[in-house]
Nanobody, 121 residues
Framework: QVQLVESGGGLVQPGGSLRLSCAAS????????MAWYRQAPGKERELVAD???????NYADAVKGRFTSSRDKPKNTVYLQMNSLKPEDTDVYYC???????????????WGQGTQVTVSS
């Protein structure tokens, strides 16, 4: 059974930094793209950043120049380094991955449980 487990959220002051981690575990053949989304209460979940298996990245306009996504493929882990944080970055952040598990001929979409990021003085 495949699971995504996030860590690294918390409370930080405006201008501060946080690093989120998301590790995929279970019986996995391969992982294609991995991504970070965020969602505020009453709003739709929005893409923050994604990264392909080859390491190409894409960012939402609101975070370009401040957030950086990276992957450690041997560890099946994706990171989101968040710098110059603003109060409007306060959200629940979710990890997403397109994974081919063992005994499967196709990939499946998996989500983590979410981690709260609060930017406040």
């Amino acid at each position: 059974q495949v699971q995504l487990v996030e860590s690294g959220g918390g409370l930080v002051q405006p201008g501060g930094s946080l690093r989120l981690s998301c590790a995929a575990s279970g019986t996995i053949i391969s992982i294609n793209a991995m991504a970070w989304y965020r969602q505020a209460p009453g709003k739709e979940r929005e893409l923050v950043a994604d990264i392909t298996s080859g390491g190409s990245t894409n960012y939402a306009d609101a975070v370009k120049g401040r957030f950086t996504s990276s992957r450690d493929k041997p560890k099946n882990t994706v990171y989101l380094q968040m710098n110059s944080l603003k109060p409007e970055d306060t959200d629940v952040y979710y990890c997403n991955a397109d994974i081919i598990p063992t005994m499967s001929h196709r990939s499946w979409d998996y989500w983590g449980q979410g981690t709260q990021v609060t930017v406040s003085s």
